[in-house]
């Protein structure tokens, strides 16, 4: 298959808590888990939680090695955006709060106008766009 828009996309980050990481991003924002798997104590086996829409052509997978894990390193402009096309629904960002997210100013004030940003437990940014995406 070549590389095309048809193309599936995985987003793959570090993860300090693969727990809190699902809280907040099943329990939270709705994604469902796409895959699971544990390590083993073998060196080199990875914790994986991928998590994404089901038939979404994306997914978003959280990888953490209990024996040497990497710490996230999330600079402001480590986004995931999602475009909802209408406003933020509060009890949104209040589930995503009570799931272990914070809420914080854009770096970019461009997404405090178009929508609400939300911390990840890792420290990544989460956008919340009032805009579509054509």
Same mark, same amino acid.
């Given at each position: &298959?070549?590389?095309?828009?048809?193309?599936?996309v995985r987003i793959a980050r570090p993860s300090l808590d693969l727990e809190a990481a699902e809280r907040f991003w099943v329990a939270g924002l709705g994604l469902a888990v796409q895959y699971r798997h544990e390590a083993d104590g073998?060196?080199? #086996?990875?914790?994986?939680? &991928?998590?994404? =829409? @089901?038939?979404?052509?994306?997914?978003?997978?959280? /990888?953490?090695? $209990?024996?040497?894990?990497?710490?996230?390193? @999330?600079?402001? +402009?480590?986004?995931? /955006? /999602? *475009?909802?096309?209408? +406003?933020?629904?509060?009890?949104?960002?209040?589930?995503? +709060? +009570?799931?272990?997210?914070?809420? &914080?100013?854009?770096?970019? $004030? *461009? =997404?405090?106008? =178009?929508?609400?940003?939300?911390? %990840?437990? %890792?420290? *990544?940014?989460?956008?919340?766009?009032? #805009?579509? =995406?054509?």
């Amino acid at each position: &298959m070549p590389a095309d828009a048809a193309a599936h996309v995985r987003i793959a980050r570090p993860s300090l808590d693969l727990e809190a990481a699902e809280r907040f991003w099943v329990a939270g924002l709705g994604l469902a888990v796409q895959y699971r798997h544990e390590a083993d104590g073998t060196p080199g #086996r990875h914790s994986l939680l &991928m998590v994404g =829409w @089901p038939g979404a052509g994306w997914h978003l997978e959280l /990888v953490h090695d $209990p024996a040497a894990p990497v710490v996230p390193r @999330p600079t402001p +402009e480590d986004l995931l /955006v /999602v *475009y909802l096309g209408e +406003e933020v629904p509060g009890a949104l960002v209040r589930r995503l +709060e +009570e799931h272990g997210g914070t809420r &914080m100013p854009a770096h970019n $004030p *461009y =997404w405090d106008t =178009w929508g609400v940003t939300v911390q %990840d437990p %890792d420290g *990544y940014p989460l956008v919340l766009s009032t #805009r579509t =995406w054509p």
